[in-house]
């Protein structure tokens, strides 16, 4: 695991990688609660046997459960010392480029993109790249922003 200490570690990181996930698998139970607590009950995330005769062969994961999947795999991956607190401030442009199908697993790349200076702290620009098991193209794409104070 990465740990970055202080703003100025953080800073001097800009443009590099700070991790690959391992792999993690995506089941079914896991997007039926996910279903269930979003209220997103679309059928190609839902009905096996419908999504079996879709494009896709068979259900495939909502996007933002795999965007959700972000916090986790950043957790494993790297960690932030030296600051008071963190908070989640956003996302930016994020995109599902392929499908996520059930069953398969899906693991997360972080870039650190860019830091700014905020009062209080920083504000922190991570690029997340979420990849498919065998894909060819990433399931998601997106620049997390996060806000660390240091008092």
């Not at 001097?12 to 209220?39: K, P, Y």
């Not at 494009?55 to 972000?70: E, R, V």
Request: one cysteine or more; glycine letters at 12%.
């Amino acid at each position: 695991m990465l740990t970055l200490t202080g703003l100025d570690e953080v800073k001097a990181h800009v443009g590099q990688e700070l991790g690959v996930s391992d792999w993690h698998e995506v089941t079914q139970e896991a997007i039926d609660r996910f279903a269930e607590v979003t209220g997103d009950d679309y059928w190609i995330h839902l009905d096996v046997e419908r999504a079996k005769d879709s494009p896709f062969g068979g259900t495939i994961a909502h996007g933002y459960y795999t965007l959700s999947l972000g916090p986790m795999f950043s957790y494993r991956m790297f960690k932030l010392e030296g600051f008071a607190f963190g908070v989640n401030y956003g996302v930016n442009r994020v995109r599902f480029p392929a499908p996520m199908p059930v069953g398969d697993r899906v693991r997360m790349r972080a870039r650190l993109v860019g830091v700014d200076d905020i009062p209080g702290g920083a504000q922190i620009a991570t690029e997340l790249t979420f990849e498919r098991d065998g894909g060819d193209k990433p399931v998601c794409v997106a620049e997390s922003l996060s806000r660390v104070y240091t008092g």
